[in-house]
């Protein structure tokens, strides 16, 4: 028997259908050895060293895996194809004691029996440069996030974080309002002619004042224009005819996946990413059980396979016809700061067409398949072909114009079309009639409209995504998780669609930009991006990568944490009279939030919680007063009486007040059922839900 060591224990149903007999799958779900939660384990001074622990729940599962392996003919590590992956697959070999020159790594782009078959067949040794550039990674997060952190909660307020990267993309977003803020808007007009041609009416609009761009900036100027065009004929000055093509758009990597669910799907970030792991590890499908669908999905590639290239072709030409084929296959390069480790993203057979699996799918998975589905299949199909005729018009000076343009082969159009957020331009056209130049068209009215400039759009999560892409901030598996953290710290919340930096996010972002500007900065962030990518690359020394930046972050650290700026509120005094003392309670905020405390500290140490903060829920049983909302140290939700610490009652359940009138223990509310704490009392009230 051979052991075969995954990630995701949902992998496990699509592999075994491709592996056979004499295969056994084993799921680490995750990591099994990482940094500890609650200590900073880096040895900074032993060359920055991390000191890694067995993930404190998965000892059972590592003792499983252990005696798997002893009795395994052979072990195969098939973690993800990518850095952290690797990584995972290093910490199984050491916790397996395996030599590093052993062949146990393989890998597979996709959960197909082509792909996984060819990984059998070439196992490799671990690489343990892409290993380090994880390594590299994570001690930078963890000294960022350890040292960093505790300075903001020191100098802002509690329970606040930084993140190498997270600390930049927040910076973005409120750099964005900043220029939204400090935008002056300027007046400016329209014009559209209303020109006729037999039963035709063409919108030509305004585009010149002799032979100069001119765009009329106030009232007065539109005034001279129709004061000079009234009752005049436009005179069809030029027209020019061309035809253009316009190619199909690459495959889809991880970004341009989160930006086209969002804008086409209005699938957030979380969605799509749920929903492209399962399409990846494996869905039901109907007559084939378990199956995955599409490649791996955390990639900056767009490169495609020359077998899964040919496969669409055929499929593009069976369906389609000849002519829908490109007079050679398509092929798209990557950006250079682009890891490439793997392909775009695409589904693994152009045979199981969305339709087909509709039934099975949920509405998520079924549309972002179809989404994946599509471009992959319009990024093999030939150009769109257009004809285009431009006409210039001329009244007394003033140039207007028109486009327009006819379809004359939807080439890769006919199965995909690429979103645009702008409205429709104007002075673009469909048809137009036929025209001569040297011909006079009457004038039927002009159409004029005051506007003023917009500011700059303000991040909505897929663009954020594009903006961290282009600049080489993160990678294709960090950005989901990174902008989904600047929400759950509250230092961003959603309008609409877009994002937008709160109090909190902004008051963070002044801070770091005047202690940590120098690496706290989108330049240098893109620069340290590269530098991971060198040691997975080049094989470069991480200590040394961690090193320079440390030497220049330990001295910021030590400049701001010196430093009497403090951005934190000061106490806000309420008509609260302090039951102990008679002195005004203050509002503080502390670990667990805001609470009253006595402005007589410390002489008087009274506190208690802020009412308006605390959630009540149900009645004490015990005297009647209300119940509130609690978490425990480790987070799990409880409920307490409100008269805390005179009344000590507590309860996993939330409590209606009254007791058992067989036991006389609480009453708890289960959904639609009032039913007795005690288990061993069958008493209930109410339907089951």
């Given at each position: 028997?051979?052991?075969?060591?995954?990630?995701?224990?949902?992998?496990?149903?699509?592999?075994?259908?491709?592996?056979?007999?004499?295969y056994?799958?084993?799921?680490?779900?995750?990591?099994i050895?990482?940094?500890?939660?609650?200590?900073?384990?880096?040895?900074?001074?032993?060359?920055?060293?991390?000191?890694?622990?067995?993930?404190?729940?998965?000892?059972?599962?590592?003792?499983?895996?252990k005696?798997?392996?002893?009795?395994?003919?052979?072990?195969?590590?098939?973690?993800?194809?990518?850095?952290?992956?690797?990584?995972?697959?290093?910490?199984?070999?050491?916790?397996?004691?395996?030599?590093?020159?052993?062949?146990?790594?393989?890998?597979?782009?996709?959960?197909?029996?082509k792909?996984?078959?060819?990984a059998?067949?070439?196992?490799?040794?671990?690489n343990?440069?892409?290993?380090?550039?994880?390594?590299?990674?994570?001690?930078?997060?963890?000294?960022?996030?350890?040292?960093?952190?505790?300075?903001?909660?020191?100098?802002?307020?509690?329970?606040?974080?930084?993140?190498?990267?997270?600390s930049?993309?927040?910076?973005?977003?409120?750099?964005?309002?900043r220029?939204?803020?400090?935008?002056?808007?300027?007046?400016?007009?329209?014009?559209?002619?209303?020109?006729?041609?037999?039963?035709?009416?063409?919108?030509?609009?305004?585009?010149?004042?002799?032979?100069?761009?001119?765009?009329?900036?106030?009232?007065?100027?539109?005034?001279?224009?129709?004061?000079?065009v009234?009752?005049?004929?436009?005179?069809?000055?030029?027209?020019?005819?061309?035809?253009?093509?316009?190619?199909?758009?690459?495959?889809?990597?991880?970004?341009?996946?989160?930006?086209?669910?969002?804008?086409?799907?209005?699938?957030?970030?979380?969605?799509?990413?749920?929903?492209?792991?399962?399409?990846?590890?494996?869905?039901?499908?109907?007559?084939?059980?378990?199956?995955?669908l599409?490649?791996?999905?955390?990639t900056?590639?767009?490169?495609?396979?020359?077998?899964?290239?040919?496969?669409?072709?055929?499929?593009?030409?069976?369906?389609?016809?000849?002519?829908?084929?490109?007079?050679?296959?398509?092929?798209?390069?990557?950006?250079?700061?682009?890891?490439?480790?793997?392909?775009?993203?695409?589904?693994?057979?152009?045979?199981?067409?969305?339709?087909?699996?509709?039934?099975?799918?949920?509405?998520?998975?079924?549309k972002?398949?179809?989404l994946?589905?599509?471009?992959?299949?319009?990024?093999?199909?030939?150009?769109?072909?257009?004809?285009?005729?431009?006409?210039?018009?001329?009244?007394?000076?003033?140039?207007?114009?028109?486009?327009?343009?006819?379809?004359?082969?939807?080439?890769?159009?006919?199965?995909?079309k690429?979103?645009?957020?702008?409205?429709?331009?104007?002075?673009?056209e469909?048809?137009?009639?036929?025209?001569?130049?040297?011909?006079?068209?009457?004038?039927?009215?002009?159409?004029?409209?005051?506007?003023?400039?917009?500011?700059?759009?303000?991040?909505?999560?897929?663009?954020?995504?594009?903006?961290?892409?282009?600049?080489?901030?993160?990678?294709?598996?960090?950005?989901?998780?990174?902008?989904?953290?600047?929400?759950?710290?509250?230092?961003?919340?959603?309008?609409?669609?877009?994002?937008?930096?709160?109090?909190?996010g902004?008051?963070?972002?002044?801070?770091?930009?005047?202690?940590?500007?120098?690496v706290?900065?989108?330049?240098?962030?893109?620069?340290?991006?590269?530098?991971?990518?060198?040691?997975?690359?080049?094989?470069?020394?991480?200590?040394?990568v961690?090193?320079?930046?440390?030497n220049?972050?330990?001295?910021?650290?030590?400049?701001?944490?010196?430093?009497?700026?403090?951005?934190?509120?000061?106490?806000?005094?309420?008509?609260?009279?302090?039951?102990?003392?008679?002195?005004?309670?203050?509002?503080?905020?502390?670990k667990?939030?805001?609470?009253?405390?006595?402005?007589?500290?410390p002489?008087?140490?009274?506190?208690?919680?802020?009412?308006?903060?605390?959630?009540?829920v149900?009645?004490c049983?015990?005297?009647?007063?209300?119940?509130?909302?609690?978490?425990s140290?480790?987070?799990?939700?409880?409920?307490?009486?409100?008269?805390?610490?005179?009344?000590?009652?507590?309860?996993?359940?939330?409590?209606?007040g009254?007791?058992?009138?067989?036991?006389?223990?609480?009453?708890?509310?289960?959904?639609?059922?009032?039913?007795?704490?005690?288990?061993?009392?069958?008493?209930?009230?109410?339907?089951?839900?």
């Amino acid at each position: 028997m051979k052991l075969v060591i995954i990630e995701s224990p949902f992998k496990r149903e699509s592999l075994k259908k491709y592996l056979g007999n004499g295969y056994e799958v084993f799921a680490t779900k995750g990591h099994i050895r990482d940094l500890p939660a609650k200590s900073f384990a880096i040895d900074i001074k032993n060359n920055f060293e991390p000191r890694y622990e067995i993930v404190p729940d998965k000892k059972q599962l590592i003792d499983d895996m252990k005696k798997k392996a002893q009795s395994a003919d052979e072990v195969l590590i098939a973690t993800d194809p990518d850095r952290e992956g690797e990584a995972i697959s290093w910490h199984v070999a050491n916790i397996l004691g395996f030599k590093p020159e052993q062949k146990c790594r393989i890998e597979f782009n996709e959960i197909s029996k082509k792909a996984v078959t060819s990984a059998l067949e070439k196992p490799r040794q671990i690489n343990l440069n892409l290993v380090d550039a994880q390594q590299a990674r994570r001690v930078l997060d963890r000294i960022v996030g350890y040292k960093l952190s505790p300075v903001l909660c020191k100098k802002i307020a509690p329970k606040l974080s930084a993140g190498r990267v997270q600390s930049v993309a927040l910076k973005l977003v409120v750099d964005r309002e900043r220029e939204i803020e400090a935008f002056v808007p300027e007046e400016y007009w329209t014009a559209q002619a209303m020109l006729e041609k037999g039963q035709n009416i063409i919108k030509a609009s305004l585009a010149s004042l002799n032979g100069k761009k001119f765009v009329p900036k106030n009232k007065e100027e539109i005034d001279a224009l129709l004061t000079a065009v009234k009752g005049k004929d436009f005179e069809v000055k030029a027209i020019k005819k061309s035809k253009t093509k316009s190619h199909a758009p690459a495959p889809f990597t991880t970004s341009t996946m989160q930006q086209d669910a969002l804008n086409k799907l209005g699938m957030s970030l979380a969605r799509t990413t749920s929903s492209a792991q399962q399409l990846y590890e494996g869905v039901e499908v109907k007559g084939e059980g378990k199956i995955a669908l599409i490649t791996y999905i955390r990639t900056d590639s767009v490169r495609v396979s020359v077998d899964a290239q040919q496969a669409c072709l055929k499929f593009i030409e069976n369906k389609f016809g000849k002519d829908f084929l490109p007079s050679k296959p398509n092929v798209y390069h990557t950006k250079e700061n682009a890891q490439d480790a793997h392909e775009a993203i695409r589904p693994i057979t152009m045979d199981i067409t969305p339709e087909m699996v509709k039934e099975t799918l949920s509405s998520d998975n079924y549309k972002l398949y179809k989404l994946i589905y599509e471009r992959f299949l319009a990024s093999q199909m030939a150009e769109a072909e257009y004809s285009n005729v431009a006409v210039n018009f001329e009244c007394e000076g003033y140039g207007f114009k028109v486009n327009g343009r006819t379809m004359e082969f939807p080439g890769y159009t006919s199965v995909y079309k690429e979103f645009v957020e702008e409205d429709k331009k104007e002075g673009f056209e469909g048809k137009l009639p036929k025209l001569e130049e040297g011909e006079m068209l009457p004038c039927k009215e002009i159409k004029t409209e005051q506007k003023f400039t917009k500011p700059p759009t303000r991040y909505t999560e897929a663009t954020l995504v594009k903006a961290m892409e282009e600049k080489g901030i993160g990678r294709p598996a960090t950005y989901a998780a990174t902008i989904t953290v600047l929400t759950s710290r509250k230092y961003t919340q959603k309008e609409g669609r877009y994002l937008v930096p709160t109090e909190l996010g902004r008051k963070v972002t002044t801070y770091l930009e005047k202690f940590f500007s120098g690496v706290i900065n989108v330049k240098f962030t893109a620069n340290m991006e590269q530098r991971l990518d060198d040691i997975a690359s080049k094989g470069e020394d991480w200590h040394s990568v961690v090193s320079s930046f440390y030497n220049g972050f330990s001295s910021l650290l030590a400049k701001a944490d010196s430093s009497a700026l403090t951005m934190k509120e000061p106490p806000q005094e309420t008509d609260i009279v302090c039951e102990k003392c008679g002195h005004k309670m203050l509002i503080r905020e502390g670990k667990f939030g805001k609470f009253l405390a006595c402005s007589n500290f410390p002489k008087c140490r009274n506190t208690k919680p802020l009412e308006n903060q605390v959630k009540k829920v149900g009645k004490c049983p015990e005297c009647g007063a209300d119940m509130v909302e609690r978490k425990s140290k480790k987070g799990k939700l409880f409920f307490s009486c409100s008269r805390y610490p005179d009344c000590k009652f507590m309860s996993w359940d939330i409590t209606t007040g009254d007791k058992c009138p067989k036991c006389q223990s609480p009453l708890i509310k289960k959904g639609k059922t009032i039913k007795c704490s005690n288990r061993d009392c069958d008493y209930k009230e109410g339907d089951e839900v």
